[in-house]
């Protein structure tokens, strides 16, 4: 299995910093990466796919950039909706698999 | 619009089996491309995948479950059933079914999800 390992596990952050959240695939997974946000008690929410286009309805401060095994999700500019888990997941092969999340707080 | 609704049994004894289904609308199971996927979450932890069904009937599973899990579609019901064997207390979590388009394997739109405890 691809094993996906995001950095750092959670960030204190304030309203209209820029933030970044890493991800690493155990292996190369070209571009198959999504990013989710999670907020308590409600489900998963698509924010990036082919680890840079952005789903539509998505506010352009969130930003998805790398291929391989390293990428980043940038959010600029925070906002109070911000706070929330943020989770990394590859589909380049089966099975698919998630990152162990990152927890985005307010400082 | 899509919208997916998972349904089942909210409590299980160890070694029942678990059925669920995932009703869905606004988009059918007979499109190309289209898969609905089934990913869990026990309680403060990770999101794990499970399971896929494709429209062509394709079926992936997780390596780690598959003896356990089977997934099956009623295109003429829109639904989509995922039955675990031999339940145990570490399966406890929240079930999600999600809609997924084959060749771009990220699930863009997710059920509420359904929380399944196992306890005897």
């Known amino acids: 299995d691809i094993q996906m390992t995001q950095s750092p596990s959670s960030v204190s952050a304030s309203v209209g910093d820029r933030v970044t959240i890493t991800c690493r695939a155990s292996q190369g997974i070209s571009s198959w990466l999504a990013w989710y946000q999670q907020k308590p008690g409600k489900a998963p929410k698509i924010l990036m796919y082919?680890?840079?286009t952005l789903q539509s309805g998505v506010p352009s401060r969130f930003s998805g950039s790398g291929s391989g095994t390293d990428f980043t999700l940038t959010i600029t500019s925070l906002q109070p909706e911000d706070f929330a888990i943020y989770y990394c997941q590859q589909g380049y092969t089966f099975p698919y698999t998630f990152g162990q999340g990152t927890k985005l707080e307010i400082k | 619009q899509i919208t997916l609704k998972e349904s089942g049994p909210t409590l299980l004894k160890p070694a029942q089996t678990l059925t669920l289904t995932c009703n869905f609308s606004g988009f059918s199971l007979t499109t190309s491309e289209v898969g609905v996927g089934w990913i869990r979450q026990p309680p403060g932890k990770a999101l794990e995948w499970l399971a896929t069904?494709?429209?062509?009937?394709?079926?992936r599973f997780s390596p780690s479950l598959e003896s356990r899990l089977s997934i099956a579609k009623d295109t003429s019901k829109n639904h989509v059933v995922l039955t675990m064997t031999n339940m145990a207390p570490v399966d406890t979590a929240t079930y999600y079914c999600a809609h997924s388009v084959y060749g771009d394997s990220s699930f863009d739109y997710w059920g509420q999800g359904t929380l399944v405890t196992v306890s005897s």
């Open positions: 082919a680890a840079s």
């Open positions: 069904i494709y429209w062509d009937d394709d079926k």
